[in-house]
């Protein structure tokens, strides 16, 4: 079956940087668009980033454009989410999630395959 596996997170101080790391499993990983979202405590999903596949195009929050770099690694299975510069507000389970053969999307709706989700907290 599909699995979408993250790890890389924990506890960072503000102005820290973590890598975010994601493997896909049980899919043809190169048919897929990836993207990360992120969920803080009493909110909604959020989209932080996405990549096409291949990695030729790449889409951004406002919110972490500049700090944050997606990227992928076919030959392994895995996407990656490189933060840096963190910020409190940057505090969240994050999620990445695959998407078929269309191209990324800044949508949660828009993606089939979920991960469990890792836990970044960046402290002031």
């Known amino acids: 079956q599909v699995q979408l596996v993250e790890s890389g997170g924990g506890l960072v101080q503000a102005g820290g940087s973590l890598r975010l790391s994601c493997a896909a499993s049980g899919l043809t990983f190169t048919s897929y668009a990836m993207g990360w979202f992120r969920q803080a405590p009493g909110k909604e999903r959020e989209f932080v980033a996405a990549?096409?596949?291949?990695?030729?195009?790449?889409y951004y929050a406002d919110s972490v454009k500049g700090r944050f770099t997606i990227s992928r690694e076919d030959a392994k299975n895995t996407v990656y989410l490189q933060m840096n510069s963190l910020k409190p507000e940057d505090t969240a389970v994050y999620y990445c999630a695959s998407r078929f053969r269309l191209g990324p999307s800044l949508s949660s709706d828009h993606y089939g395959y979920w991960g469990q989700g890792t836990q970044v907290t960046v402290s002031s």
């Open positions: 990549i096409s596949r291949g990695g030729g195009s790449t």
